[in-house]
């Protein structure tokens, strides 16, 4: 493990534990509140922040090796989010924050085995931070009213 895929790792523990810890407090009511000019769920968001760890170190593990991504377009992006609203829009906070610990674990110890040379072609996206400062703005403003 090198020290910049350590810290990439850590940076991304670290992203999913605010994420874990922002959504473990909010009430069921804050949960299904739709986030304004967004549309989804604030769970929902959180689940799908969470479910697409493995998605996003499959395409960075593809990049690092040099290999190039097909058929990744924003419309392909744009219908994956729809569908994941749609049949993700009941889902619980419980099974979210679990599906975030197993899959940012599982998405860290991927990084961790990436070597410079693979994170130099890597183009590594890693939502936590984003996203959780996404939800703060959108929604925790929204909430807060």
């Known amino acids: 493990?090198?020290?910049?895929?350590?810290?990439?790792?850590?940076?991304?523990?670290?992203?999913?534990?605010?994420?874990?810890?922002?959504?473990?407090?909010?009430?069921?009511?804050?949960?299904?509140?739709r986030v304004p000019g967004d549309g989804r769920k604030i769970g929902?968001?959180?689940h799908h922040v969470?479910?697409?760890?493995?998605?996003?170190?499959?395409l960075a593990q593809t990049v690092a090796k040099g290999e190039s991504v097909e058929g990744l377009t924003m419309d392909v992006i744009n219908k994956m989010n729809a569908d994941h609203a749609r049949n993700f829009d009941g889902v619980s906070k419980e099974a979210t924050v679990e599906l975030l610990k197993q899959n940012s674990a599982a998405a860290a110890a991927a990084i961790r085995l990436l070597t410079d040379q693979e994170l130099d072609?890597?183009?590594v996206s890693l939502y936590n931070r984003e996203q959780l400062d996404e939800l703060r703005r959108k929604g925790a403003a929204y909430l807060v009213l």
């Open 1 to 33: 493990m090198s020290k910049r895929s350590y810290e990439l790792a850590r940076r991304l523990e670290v992203g999913a534990l605010a994420l874990e810890a922002f959504a473990s407090s909010l009430t069921e009511f804050e949960w299904q509140s």
């Open 44 to 46: 929902v968001m959180v």
């Open 50 to 58: 969470a479910s697409v760890y493995p998605i996003e170190i499959g």
């Open 121 to 123: 072609r890597a183009a």
